[in-house]
């Protein structure tokens, strides 16, 4: 038995992803059997995009580079419209009056998706805005979340929290050779104004983030 088969027979009894394994597969924090979870997961979902074409809402947990999906996105509507791709941005809406798997048609703009959720707070169903956490309540999900494309979109001066989205809860990664983060996807308008008096600062002190997985 080479060292590289000893490293990952441990690891398998340890319930942990194979260093070789990890290496060529998706990021994540989760256990080997999760992980194989995870990963039967994304392949349903690839296999269902392919056959029966693009899905009405994106499982965006699901991808491994989720950057250029949402850029892939800005650039379907930039040649639809024939906008230069640089003049969009995303609106966030989030519908949070209806579940994912009731999703049946496309929208007219933009994408679906689902599986993000919040850490450091609670989306609050009444005032469709964020909230303080429930106690002994560490991660919620993220609703239903609608990406649109705007040309020359003003972002609101206030009322928002810029949430800062990861793949992983370890909230570090480095610069692959695209120029993007390994961990950081992007920057999430959530809207958080009459639930708490206090400005957006309260939300950063609170460490406030958005994952697309988590550790189980």
Known sequence: MSEELEKMADAIYDNQVPAAW???GFLSLKPLASWIDDCNARIDFLRRWITKGTP????ISGLF???AFLTGTLQNYARQHTIAVDKLSYDFVYRDDINHADITEKPASGCLSWGMYLEGCKWDYETH???HSDPKKLFVDLPLLHLIPVAERA???SGIYHCPVYKVLSRTGTLSTTGHSTNFVMWLELPASSSCAENEDLWIKAGVAAFLALRY
Do not use: D, G, S, T
């Open 155 to 157: 972002a609101p001066a």
């Open 65 to 67: 580079f989720p950057q």
């Open 56 to 59: 009405a809402v994106y499982w």
């Open 129 to 131: 805005e964020l909230a």
């Open 22 to 24: 990890a290496a060529k």
